[in-house]
């Protein structure tokens, strides 16, 4: 036995060294920007050690534990079982001896020895006997009480591995132990292995318990490394828990002090869940995090790529060119774009990328361009006056997306060049990965998930690539495949997904959808409606301007009457007006009352305190052409007859206007969407109403 832990003990401390070597090889990689530093290092420092401690425990240890098994107690069997996973030895029949060993002593042993057992049988990978098991786990519920922070981490960490999910009766008291647990003290790596376990087991914690963990690790996260904060907030991903603002801001400072000591495989994940918590880091911590990751491009493997490149793109950052070549060059030496995850996120990237440089060249920020077009997709992908720009980076050639015969030439970029002509290389680069994304796609269409096949679409309609005939039928294949009801999880797709679809249908396909296509579209769409959000209703009603096509009226009532259910914000108040600006332009068939409901929300809406109908009329006039007008005079009259409400006029004497704008029109014009009214739509003069109807209708406004 301490044969046998000394060897343990041993390769721990070999690993620990290697890693803190590795550590300052990396520092010393970025002040110094060696690219091939680390490699070296890492070659001459070797494994003998590791080779050693693998031959002495196969020639000299594990003979003996043959002859001697037999007297062996409980302590010494789970010691030495837990040394081989250590070590990483995996030797069936030796395994097997154990297990069989360990099968009469399972109910002497205490919390420590039970979680070191089961943590040894994952990792080396051996599901033990059933039998062995339950009573494993038997006797784990009689100690229950007695374990601390570690035996608790260490046990579901086992079983996490093990991939066995306990009974709820097991479940319910390892719960409360840890709830128990986090009331006193909890270490920071107990912690993060808790919740992470629970998270990859699918265990439906209950709230207080979230609550309790939460409130347990925000003062620990400035003492976290960075591997344990990414366990930590993938845990609470998988519970799918959403921290408050506080803990955000928590986290976010205490990533900002651990980025720059961060490996290449742990950096990539620390932003990722700002993204998904949609956080504004503070001013400094994007440029912080860039610094920090340049240095580690080249060390990243192709899923630290694709995960760092998506998150940035989704926080709006835009790198700076020479980082942007280094990025590049690490995605195509990995073959980022070979596979569907990478292909889709690089696609999206590309295109953000290209949209926050147009941007910059006009002077406008992020929050400027947020402000502008609150949708769900960018403002400047789906002005119609730019759905058809071929807009390139750096005016590449657009022969390069459009390409799909042979493979990309391999180009080497050396140090000198990338230095020297950054924009060039920059230019170069996109190109070959573009045409590797459509080759990968064209290949492996089939095998992309909904969320690749929207991410891989959204990429194309920011890139504004015009896709070839044989692309545009590759993706019409794939996507009208996802539009079925299918019974895989994968396949099936968000509404955020279809809208993307239908934009890189419109935006980025030559030919336009057939009827059987949209059809399918309107069914799927509509099956996702009671998800649907503010945010998604007005993209798809920007995506279905742009393709100019009329949806059925079954169809915009429902999505008229979801925004109006959905609909409690401010933002959403204009994502709502656009909804009605694009129905009004294309001329869609609304019914009267629907119209009426929307617009006296509206309006209400407005009228709270700290609201302010000028933002609204920013939001309708984002094609710079109507400044002051919450809707165009010249846009309403085929709908609802609505007059323009101006953006100075007051709150009170605006509803007024439109009451009598619409008692004056009636039911008649409202509608005759089908047959679009003159643009003044109606005067008060026609409308033949009394003073008494009209004031009836105002108290019901």
Avoid at 169 to 179: D, E, K, P
Avoid at 218 to 240: T, V
Avoid at 293 to 305: V, Y
Wanted: proline share 5%.
């Amino acid at each position: 036995t301490s044969c046998f832990t000394t060897a343990a003990r041993l390769a721990t401390e070999l690993q620990q060294q290697q890693q803190q070597q590795r550590r300052q090889l990396a520092v010393e990689h970025r002040q110094q920007q060696r690219l091939d530093a680390g490699q070296a290092a890492n070659q001459s420092t070797g494994f003998s050690g590791q080779t050693d401690l693998q031959l002495i425990v196969q020639q000299q240890l594990l003979p003996l534990l043959s002859n001697w098994l037999g007297q062996f107690d409980s302590t010494g069997l789970v010691l030495v079982t837990y040394s081989l996973a250590v070590l990483g030895h995996r030797n069936e029949a030796v395994l097997a001896d154990l297990e069989q060993a360990v099968m009469p002593l399972a109910a002497s042993l205490n919390p420590h020895l039970l979680s070191q057992l089961l943590w040894s049988f994952g990792t080396l990978r051996i599901k033990p006997q059933q039998l062995l098991l339950q009573r494993l786990l038997r006797q784990a519920l009689r100690v229950m009480h007695e374990a601390n922070e570690q035996d608790c981490a260490q046990l579901l960490h086992g079983l996490t591995k093990l991939g066995y999910m306990p009974p709820k009766q097991w479940m319910y008291s390892y719960l409360c132990q840890v709830s128990q647990l986090l009331e006193t003290t909890m270490s920071p790596r107990a912690l993060c292995t808790i919740v992470h376990s629970l998270g990859r087991l699918g265990v439906r914690a209950p709230l207080p318990l979230v609550d309790s963990i939460l409130a347990a690790s925000q003062p620990m996260l400035l003492y976290m490394p960075p591997a344990g904060l990414n366990m930590l907030c993938q845990g609470l991903r998988l519970l799918k828990c959403n921290p408050s603002l506080c803990w955000q801001h928590a986290y976010a400072k205490a990533v900002q002090g651990v980025m720059m000591d961060s490996e290449a495989r742990n950096l990539p994940l620390l932003a990722a869940p700002l993204l998904r918590w949609r956080f504004m880091p503070p001013a400094g911590w994007c440029e912080q995090y860039l610094a920090a990751s340049e240095g580690l491009l080249l060390e990243m493997q192709a899923q630290g790529l694709a995960v760092l490149g998506h998150t940035l793109a989704g926080l709006q950052v835009r790198p700076t060119e020479p980082w942007l070549v280094k990025f590049l060059t690490a995605a195509q030496h990995r073959q980022l774009a070979s596979s569907p995850a990478g292909c889709s996120y690089l696609m999206h990237l590309l295109g953000t990328w290209q949209v926050l440089r147009e941007r910059c060249s006009r002077g406008i920020t992020p929050a400027m361009a947020s402000a502008a077009a609150p949708t769900a997709a960018t403002a400047d992908t789906l002005r119609p006056n730019a759905m058809r720009a071929e807009t390139r980076w750096h005016g590449a050639a657009p022969a390069a997306a459009n390409s799909t015969t042979g493979p990309p030439a391999v180009h080497s970029v050396n140090r000198r060049q990338l230095e020297q002509q950054p924009c060039d290389v920059l230019t170069e680069l996109v190109g070959i990965l573009a045409v590797a994304c459509m080759q990968c796609f064209l290949r492996r269409g089939e095998q992309f998930t909904a969320e690749q096949l929207g991410v891989f679409c959204k990429g194309l309609a920011l890139s504004r690539y015009m896709l070839t005939s044989k692309l545009t039928s590759k993706l019409h294949q794939v996507a009208g495949a996802l539009l079925q009801a299918h019974p895989m999880p994968s396949k099936r797709p968000t509404a955020s997904t279809l809208a993307n679809i239908l934009l890189a249908v419109t935006i980025s396909c030559r030919q336009p959808p057939n009827s059987r296509f949209m059809d399918a579209f309107w069914l799927a769409y509509s099956r996702l409606m009671p998800t649907v959000s503010a945010a998604q209703a007005a993209a798809l009603a920007q995506a279905i301007y742009g393709l100019q096509v009329q949806p059925p009226a079954w169809f915009v009532q429902q999505m008229l009457e979801r925004v109006a259910m959905v609909a409690d914000t401010e933002t959403d108040v204009q994502r709502l007006a656009l909804l009605l600006s694009v129905a009004a332009e294309r001329g869609w068939q609304v019914r009267a009352d629907s119209v009426q409901v929307l617009v006296a929300q509206m309006l209400y809406m407005i009228q709270r305190p700290g609201s302010s109908s000028s933002h609204v009329s920013k939001q309708i006039g984002h094609t710079a052409t109507v400044k002051e007008a919450v809707w165009p005079t010249s846009k309403v009259g085929s709908v609802c007859g609505i007059s323009c409400l101006t953006a100075s006029t007051s709150i009170s004497s605006a509803i007024l206007q439109w009451q009598q704008h619409a008692i004056a029109a009636g039911v008649q014009v409202l509608c005759a969407a089908a047959t679009p009214r003159s643009s003044l739509g109606c005067s008060a003069s026609n409308s033949g109403t009394t003073d008494g109807l009209r004031q009836q209708q105002q108290q019901q406004l």
